[in-house]
């Protein structure tokens, strides 16, 4: 059975930072961190790609890190410069895929989820 666990997440003023990690139960070669804020729809964070190139959503870019240790089966996020509006429930995903470079530009890849760990920033 696939686990994915977060942990990482809590309080912190604006101008922090998170390093959020995500334990996995095997290897996947598409991970990423995603996010959901109330009464907002979950939107992609940042990716990891099977060729280990790394994708960001705007908001986040030159702010966030995603990394990953294959041997550790972890995935984590570093998450500096910490704005209000990155409140939000963050999910740690994971799913393969076919190509040896990309992770399916769709949601298909996504077969598992963690169960979330909560970022609040005060502004």
């Known amino acids: 059975q696939v686990h994915l666990a977060e942990s990482g997440g809590g309080s912190v003023q604006a101008g922090g930072s998170l390093r959020l990690s995500c334990v996995a139960s095997g290897y996947f070669n598409c991970m990423g961190w995603f996010r959901q804020a109330p009464g907002q729809e979950r939107e992609e964070v940042a990716i990891?790609?099977?060729?280990?190139?790394?994708d960001y959503a705007d908001s986040v870019k030159g702010r966030f890190t995603i990394s990953k240790d294959n041997a550790k089966s972890t995935l984590d996020l570093q998450m500096n410069s910490l704005k209000f509006e990155d409140t939000a429930m963050y999910y740690c995903?994971?799913?393969?895929?076919?190509?040896?470079?990309?992770?399916?530009?769709?949601?298909?890849?996504?077969?598992?989820w963690g169960q979330g760990t909560q970022v609040t920033v005060s502004s």
């Open positions: 990891i790609n099977p060729n280990g190139s790394t």
């Open positions: 995903a994971a799913g393969s895929s076919f190509s040896s470079y990309w992770c399916p530009r769709d949601s298909s890849w996504r077969n598992y």
